[in-house]
């Protein structure tokens, strides 16, 4: 997965956010769109857009952009950062037994995950399906086990966006466009409640579930999601790609570097060769 772009009413607010908080480092700023990440990894994009107005919550949208950190000790600075810097935007962690992770609200009503894989070897596949879980997870315990002085005053280790999760109106929908038409694989699903999507043998690099969304059409232009970027490996795959999309009737918008196009809910999907 590639950077996730948010509109936003507030920009100086969400940059000390995730700056601050989440401990991304503000790669470049001009006009009104900053990038955030990593080393030279852009992780959020903001874009200024405060003539726009919040969506309803019931609407199509971003459930969460998940950050995924390269080690517990780097999770658990970020973790601690946002705590102390926004406690109360933290709302509940997990263990999915792929990994470990914590969820917070950003101060515009954007989710964020915050995660750990485990690796490879220790996760559980059955008939193709991935085995993950919700269970409990002491956010105390795991700072006390994983948080260090040189985590909280050095910024460790990388970051990337592990998955992407939506909001969505219909489930089979959503498997018809991001499996059938955009090519991922099925990871695990929950009926017609969620479905988890991915590549190369991931848990997922993308996610769509009706919780909060059931029953929801295509977005208006609203604050919030802007952009979902997925990663190709090469031009040649960019290409196959926009055929792909066009030969099931999905309006393909080729610029000679990057291929967009809209799912059912109006969200923007843009693909880029990683080379």
């Not at 996760?123 to 002491?138: F, K, N, P, R």
């Not at 991001?178 to 848990?203: K, P």
Request: proline share 3%; glycine share 10%.
């Amino acid at each position: 997965m590639g950077a996730v772009t948010l509109r936003v009413g507030d920009l100086d607010r969400m940059i000390a956010y995730y700056r601050d908080g989440v401990t991304l480092s503000l790669l470049s700023q001009e006009g009104g769109i900053a990038v955030l990440g990593r080393g030279t990894t852009p992780i959020v994009i903001l874009q200024h857009a405060p003539e726009l107005k919040h969506a309803s919550p019931h609407e199509a949208g971003l459930f969460h952009t998940a950050v995924l950190f390269d080690t517990e000790e780097s999770l658990a600075a970020a973790v601690h950062s946002v705590a102390r810097l926004a406690p109360g935007t933290f709302t509940g962690s997990a263990d999915h037994l792929v990994s470990k992770a914590f969820y917070f609200s950003d101060p515009e009503g954007n989710g964020v995950e915050l995660y750990w894989d485990r690796d490879r070897t220790q996760w559980s596949w059955i008939h193709g399906q991935v085995e993950m879980a919700t269970l409990y997870l002491d956010p105390n315990r795991f700072l006390a086990e994983n948080l260090t002085e040189r985590a909280q005053t050095e910024q460790l280790g990388d970051a990337q966006v592990g998955h992407v999760h939506l909001a969505v109106g219909d489930v089979a929908a959503a498997r018809a466009f991001y499996v059938d038409r955009l090519g991922f694989e099925a990871t695990a699903s929950l009926g017609s409640q969620a479905l988890f999507v991915s590549a190369g043998g991931y848990h997922h690099h993308m996610a769509m579930n009706t919780w909060n969304s059931r029953g929801a059409g295509p977005r208006t232009l609203a604050l919030g999601l802007g952009q979902v970027e997925i990663l190709v490996p090469g031009t040649d795959d960019l290409g196959e790609l926009a055929e792909r999309m066009r030969h099931y009737g999905v309006d393909a918008r080729d610029d000679g570097r990057s291929v967009s196009f809209d799912d059912p809910w109006a969200n923007v999907v843009r693909a880029v060769a990683a080379a």
